[in-house]
């Protein structure tokens, strides 16, 4: 077997060790990237070192335990990493409820892990990619990003439509340094954070007027999560918007997503009834 290409330098991919996270560093690292995977926990570390291990490209995996969304760590860390070429924006969550029921401190923690880490890492690595002249920053978004028609996922449509407007305003602000700004928009894939979602919905309040809501929707999500693809599709989607010299500004990814395209050209009244119908509200 051919070794890999050699590669500018190291990748920083943050939320790696499941879902879009884990198929995307294990897909770099078979491509000859050197990955630094974020981690929360020294139990995700040691999955993490497993995964690449049984992928056959270990040694071009770094686990690294940190949590993005202690902003001040971050920082500190920054000083102590090398100067990555690129660095991928993929750690998530969501919070599920309707507005009227979700805490403030909740939409905070979602509104800060989706929206202001991605720029926070940014901020952290551009100081380099500038000095040297080049370098590509990947954020994942989601297809919650372009169209808002799921019911209770308010604050994270909120913070994947922020992280449209983020991207494309950094996108300009640091062309002139060589420094390229993609984002992945995928759409229904298997990750965890399907499943963290109708756990919360499970847990809502029987007697909260959105009750039959909840139910509609949770069940929806249990149909999703047995028919969702692998996020293989994610990943390759990553790895080309990493590698590619002339990448796309975005990246949409999962068939589910094509009809989603014509959503914004159809009338209000009329996806706001047919969104109501399924999920009975």
């Avoid at 990750?191 to 949770?218: F, M, V």
Wanted: charged content about 20%.
């Amino acid at each position: 077997m051919a070794s890999p290409p050699a590669r500018p330098g190291p990748v920083l991919l943050t939320g790696a060790n499941s879902g879009i996270g884990l198929a995307a560093s294990l897909r770099l690292a078979e491509r000859g990237w050197e990955v630094w995977g974020t981690v929360r926990s020294r139990s995700k570390v040691a999955a993490l070192r497993a995964a690449g291990r049984q992928a056959g490209v270990g040694e071009r995996i770094r686990p690294v335990l940190l949590d993005v969304s202690d902003h001040d760590a971050v920082v500190a860390r920054f000083r102590r990493f090398p100067a990555f070429w690129a660095v991928v924006n993929n750690a998530g969550m969501g919070v599920t409820g309707a507005v009227e029921e979700v805490p403030a401190e909740h939409a905070k923690e979602v509104l800060d892990v989706n929206l202001v880490t991605p720029a926070v890492v940014a901020a952290c690595a551009l100081p380099a990619m500038r000095e040297r002249g080049s370098g590509r920053i990947v954020m994942v978004s989601s297809i919650a990003g372009r169209v808002a028609v799921l019911p209770f996922q308010a604050w994270y449509h909120a913070s994947k439509f922020g992280l449209e407007a983020l991207s494309d305003v950094l996108r300009v602000e640091v062309a002139p340094f060589g420094v390229q700004v993609v984002v992945v928009q995928p759409g229904f894939f298997a990750t965890s954070i399907l499943g963290k979602a109708e756990e919360q919905a499970q847990r809502r309040d029987t007697s909260s007027p959105y009750a039959s809501g909840y139910a509609r929707t949770s069940a929806i999500t249990t149909m999703i999560e047995r028919v969702a693809p692998q996020p293989d599709a994610v990943a390759a989607a990553v790895v080309t918007a990493v590698e590619s010299r002339r990448p796309r500004r975005r990246y949409l990814v999962g068939r589910e997503t094509l009809p989603v395209r014509g959503l914004g050209y159809v009338p209000s009244p009329i996806t706001d009834r047919v969104v109501r119908i399924v999920a009975d509200l």
